[in-house]
């Protein structure tokens, strides 16, 4: 697995890709010196320097690298944003309403898969519940550009935001700046502790128990995984080396047969593992913007594999730009995707046939699978996603997928339908809201 990637914050400092700074500062040549440093540092990077500030404090941090950098070169890395517009610093504070700023302004970059570092100088009118506006804004903020990778300085006026309001920004934020030094928050909540409702001792203890089961399953699954990959590994790694030398079609086809077959247990293994990590790990419930086609293209790739040693035959087209985006997580759509086509293989017969249509349609992602397998009746249908059913003990399985299926898609706000008849068929659509821009 790849380790944390790092970013240079300055010439000096450097902190992991996607770290989300919060900076008060007092000193006003303190403050331009750090911001020039911030822009120099992107342009060296070449990185996209998205700077959120006001008109008069940008010509003072302008001027200071216009020395170094010449105007075009400037002009082509820093994106100026006017702070009085995006913050609306006329009006409340809302926060969805600059969430929205902030996609309009992201997005752009994100679809064209250019690296970007963010500074943003925060402002607001008085109101009511400052406090629980801005720290929303700032939770939700850290979530949505995370997952992207961007670094982001989110900086205050030391002396305008009240104390109140410092101790709860800490809380959002991993790292604290001031004028002279950067530090790591000590009141820094981790992601997953966010925003999160305990409900009462008796439903928690319940919980616990279900959860430690979960993490037991999830060790040995890890330790069974471990022993198992290596020699797959190595078996993959013959039958490739002797299928490239065989003559006969018939020998490449069995050599074939092993590949897939040992993809396939790979996959399986993981499937497990992402299952179970869902399951007792609340950090993989975060949505984040992700970009579907690429997730989709590779499940399908291994649905294929799973149907060819089944003997069934699996036919998908996606109808995708690659420019599409959604709020969700990687591992929790391709669960989803994974699972609506896994079952679908799994209750065809022999010989049977499965297909995968993925489309855009307006604002929504449709991702519908058919099949030709057993069917359902309309009462197994009503209790298809309930936890541990399965319905038909003849087929393997514990009864989870679909359960988590359900559940993942209730978080991304996404919609199910389920029509089947018993020897008929099924059909199942998943239909994800995606954000327009």
């Known amino acids: 697995m790849m380790g944390i990637r790092s970013i240079s914050l300055t010439s000096t400092l450097t902190v992991p890709a996607g770290a989300h700074i919060l900076y008060f500062h007092s000193d006003q040549e303190s403050y331009v010196n750090n911001a020039a440093s911030f822009i120099r540092k992107g342009i060296e990077l070449?990185?996209?320097?998205?700077?959120?500030?006001?008109?008069a404090n940008y010509e003072k941090i302008r001027s200071r690298l216009v020395r170094e950098w010449n105007e075009r070169l400037l002009n082509?890395?820093?994106?100026?944003?006017?702070?009085?517009?995006?913050?609306?610093?006329?009006?409340?504070?809302?926060?969805?309403?600059?969430l929205d700023n902030l996609d309009d302004i992201v997005m752009p970059h994100f679809l064209r898969h250019q690296d970007v570092r963010l500074w943003g100088h925060v402002d607001w009118k008085d109101g009511r519940d400052i406090v629980g506006k801005l720290h929303e804004y700032e939770c939700k903020a850290d979530l949505a550009l995370d997952e992207l990778?961007?670094?982001?300085?989110?900086?205050?006026?030391?002396m305008k935001v009240p104390a109140a309001i410092q101790n709860e920004l800490l809380k959002s934020h991993e790292y604290l700046m001031t004028d002279e030094s950067l530090v790591h928050s000590s009141l820094y909540r981790h992601k997953r502790n966010a925003g999160m409702i305990f409900p009462t001792l008796s439903a928690q203890v319940e919980l616990e128990t279900e959860m430690d089961l979960?993490?037991?399953?999830?060790?040995?699954?890890?330790?069974?995984?471990?022993?198992?990959?290596?020699?797959?590994?190595?078996?993959?790694?013959?039958?490739?080396?002797?299928?490239?030398?065989a003559t006969e079609a018939r020998d490449r086809e069995r050599l074939q047969a092993i590949v897939d077959y040992v993809d396939l247990i790979d996959n399986e293994i993981s499937h497990i593992i992402n299952t179970e990590e869902m399951l007792s790990t609340e950090t993989l419930w975060h949505r984040r913007l992700i970009s579907p086609a690429p997730l989709v293209r590779e499940t399908i790739g291994m649905m294929e594999i799973k149907a060819r040693t089944q003997n069934v035959g699996f036919a998908s087209?996606?109808?995708?730009?690659?420019?599409?985006?959604?709020?969700?997580?990687?591992?929790?759509?391709k669960l989803i995707v994974s699972n609506?086509?896994?079952?679908?293989?799994?209750?065809?017969?022999?010989?049977?046939?499965?297909?995968?249509?993925?489309?855009?349609?307006?604002?929504?992602?449709?991702?519908?699978?058919?099949?030709?397998?057993?069917?359902?009746?309309?009462?197994q249908v009503s209790r298809l996603f309930r936890k541990y059913e399965k319905m038909n003990d003849e087929r393997g399985g514990q009864g989870i997928g679909l359960f988590m299926v359900k559940k993942l898609a209730d978080h991304f706000e996404a919609e199910i339908e389920v029509v089947s008849e018993p020897g008929a068929g099924t059909t199942v659509t998943a239909s994800f809201p995606l954000r327009s821009y």
């Open 46 to 55: 070449e990185q996209v320097v998205i700077f959120i500030e006001t008109a």
């Open 76 to 98: 082509a890395y820093v994106h100026h944003i006017d702070r009085d517009e995006f913050y609306r610093t006329y009006e409340d504070f809302e926060y969805d309403r600059v």
């Open 149 to 158: 990778g961007y670094l982001t300085v989110c900086a205050y006026d030391a």
């Open 214 to 245: 979960y993490r037991q399953k999830l060790d040995f699954v890890h330790v069974v995984s471990h022993e198992v990959r290596n020699p797959l590994t190595v078996i993959k790694a013959y039958a490739r080396l002797v299928g490239d030398r």
């Open 317 to 333: 087209v996606v109808e995708l730009t690659g420019n599409e985006t959604m709020l969700a997580n990687a591992i929790g759509f």
């Open 340 to 379: 609506l086509a896994s079952n679908a293989i799994k209750y065809s017969d022999e010989g049977g046939k499965v297909e995968c249509l993925v489309r855009r349609d307006k604002d929504r992602l449709v991702v519908c699978v058919r099949d030709e397998g057993v069917g359902m009746t309309e009462e």
